[in-house]
């Protein structure tokens, strides 16, 4: 049913409508699973990396698209290789025999009528949890199906402003987009809930402090209070923001700027994550090297 929307695929907010048995959409991607990695990944956050690695399966191509992105190699520029549904399944198994907490499926929305039906079929033999790691560019529709197999999303929430997201993603409805997916994602998995640590099932919402846009992040924080109680969902503040020449801010974060945007989370009473400004170095960005694949 799922590879029957390709032929004109509406699949994300865009909506390109290509027909991707016969080239790629605005994604990238046409009607193969393409990954460029598939490794254990140490640097997401503690909950979800824990001491044993995330399963991390990173897909080629992206719908929404940021200048600014430090995977723009696999994002836009779509490295990556084709690979089978049974080669996809056997991935999922090594990477939860190396140890794995979880699988983790980063950006993978725009593939998701290519792996739907495997995830579908292996979610009670996997044991582990499933985690969406996307960009808050999703359809309710496309979330819909991930119901019940999705155990933990872990959403962006990137702009608050439309001039922003059209600057940045060439995406104007980024907000409204973005309000409605983490809205069903939060009603999917409900609280947030722990097992030695890990987070087995919730939201982490995440947002990226991007340099000279503090009162846009300060905006988005008080969306999410307003949207949410504080135990609905956890929330990781970033402030890794590495220059990448792309059409993005040309420098750093200030200490200053994040400091005040972390602040106002504070007195949101969200639980969640902070982060070093030593995070925002380059080598913290995986190899692409189809590692795994």
Not at 58 to 73: M, P, T
Not at 141 to 164: C, H, N, R, W
Request: charged share 25%.
């Amino acid at each position: 049913m799922y590879s029957d929307m390709l032929r004109h695929c509406t699949f994300c907010p865009r909506r390109c409508g290509a027909d991707r048995t016969v080239s790629v959409g605005i994604c990238g991607v046409g009607d193969k699973i393409k990954i460029a990695r598939a490794a254990l990944h140490f640097w997401e956050e503690p909950c979800i990396s824990g001491t044993r690695g995330s399963g991390t399966i990173f897909f080629s191509g992206c719908s929404l698209g940021c200048v600014f992105c430090q995977n723009k190699k696999i994002s836009t520029g779509c490295f990556g290789t084709d690979i089978t549904a049974d080669r996809f399944r056997e991935i999922c198994f090594e990477l939860k025999a190396a140890g794995a907490h979880n699988i983790n499926l980063v950006t993978a929305d725009h593939q998701l009528p290519l792996i739907l039906p495997i995830l579908s079929d292996i979610k009670d033999e996997l044991t582990v949890p499933i985690v969406f790691n996307c960009s808050g560019y999703e359809s309710p529709e496309m979330l819909s199906a991930l119901d019940g197999i999705v155990d933990v999303y872990l959403p962006d929430f990137k702009f608050y402003d439309d001039t922003l997201s059209e600057k940045y993603a060439d995406a104007p409805r980024y907000r409204e987009v973005a309000e409605k997916a983490i809205s069903e994602m939060a009603r999917q998995t409900g609280k947030p809930t722990f097992s030695d640590g890990i987070l087995v099932k919730g939201t982490l919402v995440r947002h990226l402090v991007l340099p000279g846009h503090r009162n846009d992040s300060i905006k988005v924080i008080k969306r999410l209070a307003e949207m949410f109680d504080s135990t609905e969902i956890l929330v990781s503040l970033m402030s890794q923001y590495t220059p990448t020449g792309g059409g993005g801010p040309s420098r750093r974060l200030t200490t200053f700027e994040y400091e005040s945007v972390a602040a106002v989370l504070e007195k949101a009473g969200f639980c969640g994550y902070f982060q070093e400004k030593s995070s925002a170095k380059e080598e913290y960005t995986p190899p692409f090297d189809l590692e795994g694949v």
